[in-house]
């Protein structure tokens, strides 16, 4: 069992930054695909950026050139330029791909950006 942890979600204003983090139980996270989702109120939940083991890293085309996945330790979601429209809870996933999400999910964090 491979428990994940988000960190990072709050409350910004529109062109603000927020930087979210994902730590897992084990060090499996350092050798398999990691993903952020979210999910806004009313809509489905959506793939946000995926970086593979590797490093190779893939973007939703609603945050390319505002948001960047990076890895270490832990997973990152920097995101930059935020708009109201990415309010929504945000979760880590593991073992996903671009296709379909993996088994292991975090509990959500809050991200809101309002003036």
Same mark, same amino acid.
């Given at each position: 069992?491979? &428990? ?45 950026? !995926? ?26 979601? &920097? ?5 109201p429209e990415d309010t929504a809870v945000y979760y880590c996933n593991l073992?996903?791909? !671009? ?15 309002s003036s």
């Amino acid at each position: 069992q491979v &428990q994940l942890v988000e960190s990072g979600g709050g409350l910004v204003q529109p062109g603000g930054s927020l930087r979210l983090s994902c730590a897992a139980s084990r060090s499996s996270i350092r050798f398999t695909n990691v993903g952020w989702y979210r999910q806004a109120p009313g809509k489905e939940r959506e793939l946000v950026a !995926i970086i593979t083991s590797d490093g190779m890293a893939n973007y939703a085309d609603s945050v390319k050139g505002r948001f960047t996945i990076s890895r270490g330790n832990t997973v990152t979601l &920097q995101m930059n330029s935020l708009k109201p429209e990415d309010t929504a809870v945000y979760y880590c996933n593991l073992g996903g791909s !671009i296709a379909a999400p993996g088994y292991y999910w975090g509990q959500g964090t809050q991200v809101t950006v309002s003036s």
